[in-house]
């Protein structure tokens, strides 16, 4: 049952990598006037998380009410003097369930804060996969994240105003910040800013538990054409695979761009496990080897995109508070689709079954062994989300 609905008449921009993403965010932190709300998996104190927090030091000593919500996973290495310092210059900041040194593993620790969100003054919102962290430098030298972020302006933003706001007053409750839980000093309006049909969908753990799936699966099962997914961590469940497959069969091209570089090899080899299958149903797979992969974004019949925080896996569609934006809209649906192409033409490889780097017997016990650990680590958790992937 859907849970959202498409609002018409916003301005939707798409922003490729940080390179586009953290000039206009720290530009329009620079203009803010009244209120900024920023909600980030990871902050980082690096060259660019250490510009983005002077930029909103500054909003804050200039009279803007500025509320930083970080995931107490994601963001453990941003420092208590940083976060001290934050305070210091009239910030507010809070901690989705912190990490302590002696936590012990619970399911509900695995419930993390996932989404990558920004409103600001109520008039502008930035929604995507991008953390708060320099992607122009790493260790390998390599390019930055392939990820994407929008900025949206219009009616859109009546909806995500009152999840950031709904979220921080839940936080702020639970830290016992009674005195952080304030009227809203602006409100956004309906006015038309543009032409494009959009959804604000999100997923937690009370109303929308599987909205952003429901999404997915109602675009799938409605494709024509073509669909083409780009997700970082990939482990559909039956129903998702299944959608997939059978899109396959009716004579749809899919095509599915995953991550190349191994970042977290237990997750990678899992996903791995799944290729022969998909490719035997006759979808494309593909990795992105010219850097870190980090994109959660698809298109499907060059009409229906979504730009996210949401991976395709248990983790996302299962554990963690996301959000996500769909787009109905021919122009934005056919941006996202040329870079996504242009990204599988030019900067990955096609992985087909004769392949033996990924289908050797070696590749092969490592893969099922990993997906099987990565099965039993959510029947441990007692999540029912794996089936049989044939």
Known sequence: MRNFHFVDCNHITLLHNGEEYFPELEAAIEKAKFEIHIEAYTFEYDAIGSKISEALKRAAQRGVSVHLLVDGFGSKNLSRNEI???????MQVLIFRPEFIFSIPRRHRLRRMHRKLVI???????????????DQHNPEKLTPRFDYAVAIQGPLLVQI???????????AWVHLKKRWIIPATIKPTDTPYGDQKAAFVIRDN????????HAYLEAINQAHTEIIIANAYFLPGRKFSTALKNAAQRGVNVEILLQGKIEYRLQY??????????LQAGIKIYEYNRSY???????????????????????SLLLAREANIVIEDHHFANELRISLKTAIAQE???????DKNFFSWCNYVINWLSFY???MMQGILGYDWYDNPS
Do not use: C
């Open 161 to 171: 105003h009152k999840a950031v706001k709904h979220l921080w007053m839940l936080v």
């Open 293 to 315: 992969m980090h994109a959660k974004v698809a298109v499907i019949d060059q009409y229906w995109a979504t730009v996210g925080s949401s991976n395709i896996d248990p983790f």
């Open 206 to 213: 009370w109303r929308h538990r599987h909205n952003i799936e």
């Open 120 to 134: 600001i003054d109520a008039q502008i919102a930035f929604v995507g996969g991008i953390n708060i962290i320099d």
């Open 269 to 278: 080899h899992a996903t791995q496990a799944l290729y022969e299958n998909l």
């Open 84 to 90: 001290q310092d934050m305070l210091e210059a009239g």
């Open 348 to 354: 990955s490889l096609s992985v087909t079954p004769a």
């Open 373 to 375: 650990i990565v099965r």
